[in-house]
């Protein structure tokens, strides 16, 4: 946040601005008196930081609050035009992308096919900052941070595999890519670790030490949660069950099947007639590996198929693995409102954002400091 040593008169103040504005996130507008009790400080403090921060340019006026006693006191939130970040799932046949805000605000996302389009990871990246932006009514210039959901692993040297649904993308460097060619910071992950993200935030998970979340849609896959913390693997391939053959069970279930996609995922549903009984016996099957392996206390069935399933796919879940199994966990269905992949990009970009904010408050200062005294030093 700052270079200043610690309780000199410089670094007080970027503590105290950094509180204030960590207030302001939590909290959203506030006036000078309710940062004050809020942060602890004295009004007259509360007030230098409300200062401060504005002539830097981290935050606005945003309105007035009326009390029952004087004039009427104007509130403060934080900038959201300075920097904004994109949220982006990229699916089999088209992309979701969504502009995000320090602020957390619900954007309204916007969905576009890849149909005939020259795919590269910039190529992507940029007609989806594009759209998203459009839609928003912001500029792409504006952009700090993008955070991309795929359908493939994610290793930590930049390398990106099982990538069936990627064409143009290479095997290595997409992100560095990315970042070159756009000039954004990028962080590249799993779709389905994205969504597991999200049910652990605002969905189904939020009150299990951990969780596996079975995602069923044009692929099939898991994404482990351990503690709130996403299990990757040595080389970001853990969960990815869709490619695992299918059993003699299986195969009679879904003649033809070769692996766990054929068995529950594009199409699936359908091929059982809606029969959710049906489908529920082809969804324990591919769990069987997961619980094995894991033992989790709580399986989240999402995706197209699982939320199609809702509720009652999950009742018949959990009552098919009681009767036919050893392992007993809980099964809930996936209650994010939503694209769950754009949601779980949301927190993480969020999140970022703020620290991007927070970082900017030690030079911002000292630069509005200085023009305010005509460039004297």
């Not at 602020?103 to 389009?117: K, T």
């Not at 590269?120 to 941070?145: H, M, T, Y």
């Not at 998970?205 to 079975?214: E, I, K, N, S, V």
């Amino acid at each position: 946040m700052t270079d200043a040593a610690p309780g000199t008169p410089s670094w007080l103040r970027a503590r105290n601005d950094a509180t204030a504005l960590n207030m302001l996130f939590e909290h959203g507008a506030l006036a000078r008196n309710q940062l004050a009790e809020l942060t602890g400080m004295s009004k007259p403090t509360a007030a230098q930081m409300v200062s401060r921060l504005e002539q830097a340019g981290l935050i606005e006026q945003a309105g007035e609050t009326s009390g029952k006693r004087g004039p009427n006191a104007y509130t403060y939130a934080v900038r959201t035009d300075r920097a904004i970040a994109i949220a982006v799932d990229i699916r089999e046949a088209d992309i979701a992308a969504m502009v995000v805000d320090v602020a957390g605000v619900n954007h309204e996302a916007v969905e576009f096919s890849l149909d005939g389009a020259d795919r590269s990871p910039e190529a992507d990246i940029a007609a989806a900052i594009d759209r998203a932006c459009a839609v928003a009514g912001l500029s792409p210039r504006s952009v700090r941070l993008v955070c991309i959901g795929v359908q493939a692993a994610i290793s930590s040297d930049d390398g990106v595999d099982f990538t069936d649904t990627l064409p143009g993308w290479p095997a290595q460097g997409a992100r560095r890519r990315i970042a070159d060619a756009l000039g954004v910071e990028v962080i590249l992950e799993n779709d389905v670790n994205l969504a597991a993200a999200a049910e652990r935030a605002t969905g189904a998970a939020g009150d299990a030490a951990g969780f596996a979340l079975l995602w069923m849609g044009n692929g099939v896959g898991v994404a482990v949660d351990i503690g709130g913390m996403i299990f990757r693997g040595a080389a970001g391939g853990a969960g990815e069950i869709g490619y695992l053959p299918v059993t003699a069970a299986g195969t009679a279930l879904e003649p033809g099947a070769k692996d766990i996609t054929d068995l529950i995922g594009h199409g699936a549903f359908e091929r059982c007639g809606g029969d959710l009984g049906a489908f529920a016996e082809r969804v324990s099957l591919a769990l069987a590996p997961v619980l094995a392996v894991l033992d989790p206390e709580l399986v989240v069935l999402g995706g197209p198929n699982g939320i199609a399933g809702g509720t009652e796919l999950a009742s018949l879940v959990a009552s098919h693995l009681a009767l036919h199994t050893r392992w007993h966990p809980i099964v809930r269905a996936s209650s994010i409102v939503g694209d769950p992949v754009l949601g779980g990009a949301q927190r993480l970009l969020v999140a970022r954002l703020r620290d991007l904010v927070l970082a900017e408050i030690e030079p911002s200062i000292t630069r509005s400091h200085t023009a305010h005294l005509g460039g004297k030093q």
